[in-house]
Structures are given as C-alpha cells and as structure tokens.
Nanobody
Framework: QPRLAESGGGSVQAGGSLRLSCEGS????????MAWFRQVPGKERDRVAS????????TYADSVKDRFTISRDNAKKMLFLQMDTLQPEDTGVYFC????????????????????WGQGTQVTVSS
C-alpha cells in the first residue's frame, strides 16, 4: 500500500518562506503524478500545484503562481513545495497526494483523482 509522509510545516510571518517535503514509500514512485493540496476549516481541499511523473508538466493554482515551486526527486521518492512570499491566506493544512498513471509513457499526464494521501502538515502565516 503506497504511503506518503509530509514534513516542513510551521509558523511564519507574512513575506517569509517555508519548504514542505513529502516522502513516498511502498510505491513505484515514477508511476505517480504528485500534487500538493491545501485545506482550510470549512472548505474543500484545493489543489495548489501538481507535477507529472517526469516533472515535465507542472501546474499551479493562480493564487500561488510565481510564489510557490513544486519539484520532485524520483530516485529518492521525494516531493517538495518551496513557498516564498507567504501570505496569511496561504494558511492551512497542506497535503501531499499521489495519483497513479497507468501508462509509463504518459509523462505529462495527471489524473483528476488522487488515491493516496499523506496525513497533512500545518502551515500558519501571520500578518
């Protein structure tokens, strides 16, 4: 059973930076599109960024473009989210997610549904 474990959350003042990490295990890592989601109380989980199996296709939510950078290291089964110029509205629980890609040749593909989730890490940005 694939497993994901996030780390790197914390509290920071507006304008600061944080780097989230997510370690995968029990999975063929380069067969999964990876993504970061954010959830705030009372709202649905929103996708912040996603990265295809070879890193060739990356998408960002409009709210984080030019501030956040997603990356992956398939050899180490690691996913990262570098968050710069953080704002109070970035506050939330950040989840790492993996979506299986059936074909190893679909290097730019990410599914709409993600079947594997980490436990989440809290990010709090104060003004």
């Amino acid at each position: 059973q694939p497993r994901l474990a996030e780390s790197g959350g914390g509290s920071v003042q507006a304008g600061g930076s944080l780097r989230l990490s997510c370690e995968g295990s029990e999975m063929t890592y380069d067969r999964y599109c990876m993504a970061w989601f954010r959830q705030v109380p009372g709202k649905e989980r929103d996708r912040v960024a996603s990265i295809s199996i070879n890193g060739g296709s990356i998408t960002y939510a409009d709210s984080v473009k030019d501030r956040f950078t997603i990356s992956r290291d398939n050899a180490k089964k690691m996913l990262f989210l570098q968050m710069d110029t953080l704002q109070p509205e970035d506050t939330g629980v950040y989840f790492c997610a993996a979506g299986y890609v059936p074909s190893p040749f679909a290097v730019g593909y990410c599914p709409t549904e993600f079947g594997t989730w980490g436990q989440g890490t809290q990010v709090t940005v104060s003004s």
